[in-house]
């Protein structure tokens, strides 16, 4: 999933000047970014370690959220550039589901990341939609190879085993200023997101996009903590992501297939 994989992938990335056209109208600036909390007056999202009590006959497995609509077959291929390494990222919503420690019963949705042809990071992550409209991430089961072996799956977490809990991915109703936690598995995944803009523009190979929703993520389990930003268009989903600081990339959207 694009938390704590994404971003410790993205880690150390050179970002060439003038090579992707970004435009985030009306974000304004904020220092705190991430990790400033909610801002009064907003609908309350989970936060930090907080435990959350969700009831499984509020979710289901079909998300429509516009930010990232999940039909079972779509098909995200991205291109995330690496100093001088390129690599290939191919995201399908799988017409399948798991049932979750907690009692959800999530999507599936397969990550393969690799570079010439051979595979770098495979996941599966899991997502459900509750009756609002947002979209919790639940967790995922990841690995990294070297020369064909696995020899990690650092991150790797389940929704209501040894302590983790869900976060969200893509909230129902996106404020400017609207913060959440993505995921918590302590001391391995602890991503938290602030939305920046509803009105950003993003231009990426697949095509230009308008009225972008615009995160802030990080992940301040790294030090220097990792941030990114991170684009999501109407209709389509996920489009862009750009490092901010602790290092600095870019993944851009090359195809996608509903």
Not at 34 to 53: H, K
Not at 79 to 101: F, G, L, N, Q, Y
Not at 147 to 155: H, L, Q
Not at 174 to 198: F, I
């Amino acid at each position: 999933m694009w938390p704590s994989g994404r971003i410790k992938r993205l880690a150390g990335i050179a970002l060439a000047a003038g090579s992707l056209a970004i435009l985030a109208a009306g974000c304004g600036s904020d220092d705190e970014g991430a990790n400033a909390e909610t801002e009064p007056g907003m609908a309350a999202l989970p936060q930090g370690s907080e435990p959350v009590n969700l009831d499984p006959d509020e979710f289901t497995t079909e998300i429509t959220n516009p930010y990232w609509p999940m039909r079972p077959g779509s098909r995200w291929v991205y291109r995330e550039t690496d100093k001088d390494d390129v690599k290939k990222v191919v995201v399908t919503v799988r017409d399948r589901t798991k049932r979750i420690a907690n009692g959800i019963e999530a999507r599936v949705v397969h990550d393969v990341v690799s570079q010439d042809g051979e595979p770098v990071e495979v996941t599966d992550d899991w997502y459900a939609q509750d009756s609002e409209g947002n979209v919790w991430y639940l967790g995922e089961d990841t690995a990294e190879y070297e020369n064909g072996k696995i020899v990690s799956r650092e991150g790797s977490f389940e929704a209501g085993v040894d302590g983790a809990q869900p976060g969200i991915a893509v909230p129902a109703d996106p404020e400017v200023g609207l913060a959440y936690r993505q995921e918590y598995y302590a001391g391995e995944a602890e991503d938290k997101a602030k939305v920046l803009a509803l009105d950003a523009q993003a231009s990426v190979p697949f095509g230009s996009f308008e009225g972008v929703l615009q995160t802030e993520d990080v992940n301040p389990l790294d030090d220097p903590p990792q941030v990114e930003h991170k684009f999501y268009a109407r209709d389509v989903g996920p489009v862009l992501v750009i490092g901010i600081s602790g290092g600095s990339g870019r993944e851009e959207l090359l195809s996608y297939t509903p």
